[in-house]
T-cell receptor, first 112, second 114 residues
């Protein structure tokens, strides 16, 4: 199967600060990108998505940035809260496809 | 949004036995997926399950080991056959909802094989 089988990198931020989680993707044919949040003992939860015809999309306290030139995706969380502590995964899907392939996750710790 | 439930939520099984995991979606969907997530790692796609057709397996996964059923548009099962400790993992069910392209996940089934 396809995945990145790495132990998770960790990002630790102070409550109230902004968080930036980065992700590199490998498939140039991918045109749809998603960020998921996974809390302990739960399945991944959709946060925000972006299509390849955009380079930025904003949601509530979250922003996703897409740089197709270097195949890089980032998730910015404003005013990070303790409830944001979780593992965050980027995922990609290619044109006309339906398989969502997950990248390596990042564990976010929010210090009170 | 969709609500997906899985049964069992967790199980401890003996080597050589099989476990069937059930997945129920609260709305009709064409595409369902099964993923495996080993501790501390990302999600790996096992197979895609469309109603009315055979499941499509990803490289490294075979039907004899992971038979899948998809009897209707709201339900699927994944069987982990002839289990070994290496099969200890979290198994996640997912559904893809057309129109929005949003993919939802169940809570997972945590499997431990002794």
């Amino acid at each position: 199967g396809e995945s990145v089988g790495l132990h998770l990198p960790t990002l630790s931020v102070q409550e109230g600060d902004n968080s930036i989680i980065n992700c590199a993707y490998s498939n140039s044919a991918s045109d749809y990108f998603i960020w998921y949040k996974q809390e302990s003992g739960k399945g991944p939860q959709f946060i925000i998505d972006i299509r390849s015809n955009m380079d930025k999309r904003q949601g509530q306290r979250v922003t996703v940035l897409l740089n197709k030139t270097v195949k890089h995706l980032s998730l910015q969380i404003a005013a990070t809260q303790p409830g944001d502590s979780a593992v965050y995964f980027c995922a990609e899907r290619s044109t006309g496809g339906f398989k969502t392939i997950f990248g390596a996750g990042t564990r976010l710790f929010v210090k009170a | 949004s969709a609500v997906i439930s899985q049964k069992p939520s967790r199980d401890i099984c003996q080597r050589g036995t099989s476990l069937t995991i059930q997945c129920q979606v609260d709305s009709q969907v064409t595409m369902m997926f099964w993923y495996r997530q080993q501790p501390g790692q990302s999600l790996t796609l096992i197979a895609t399950a469309n109603q009315g057709s055979e499941a499509t397996y990803e490289s490294g996964f075979v039907i004899d080991k992971f038979p899948i059923s998809r009897p209707n548009l709201t339900f699927s099962t994944l069987t982990v056959s002839n289990m070994s400790p290496e099969d200890s993992s979290i198994y996640l069910c997912s559904s893809l909802h057309g129109g929005t392209d949003t993919q939802y996940f169940g809570p997972g089934t945590r499997l431990t094989v002794l």
